[in-house]
């Protein structure tokens, strides 16, 4: 398992439209991706839990990838985030 975090920087957040391209792009990976805000641990390929966490622009969150290909899907996701406008 590999993590990292990663800040948000989108003007409102993980709203609908970035939460909905992030939960897309981790459905790209086989491993499992997690997502997590305080307490709050969520599944990257689910837009309602994505959206659950109401993440907040400037919030950070940490990417948790657990299978075989988690380096290039943490690689992958944090390289969409912080390209997320």
Known sequence: MVSAQVQIRTLHGLHLRPAGELAEHALKYRCKIMLCHGD??????????????????????????????????????????????
């Open 40 to 85: 709050k641990e969520v599944s990257a390929k689910s837009l309602l839990g994505v959206l659950s966490l109401c993440i907040r622009q400037n919030t950070e969150i940490t990417v948790c990838c657990d299978g075989m290909d988690e380096e290039d899907a943490l690689a992958g996701m944090i390289e969409f985030i912080e390209h997320l406008y």
